[in-house]
């Protein structure tokens, strides 16, 4: 029984791995377009200008 839930665990391991990976690559997607993109300039040229008063 032990090595069946030494299995178990791996398993859960890997489905976690291909799920954290699969949250990466659409994260990526969704801050790599360009409306994001240019969302995050705009952003930070704001913040940059209220700060250079």
Known sequence: MANRER???TA???VG???ACAFAALLFK???SPEVQEMLTSL???A???TGK
Do not use: Q, W
């Open 17 to 19: 791995t291909i799920a």
């Open 12 to 14: 859960e391991y890997a």
């Open 30 to 32: 969704v801050v790599s």
């Open 48 to 50: 940059l200008k209220t």
């Open 7 to 9: 299995g178990m665990s």
């Open 44 to 46: 930070i040229d704001r």
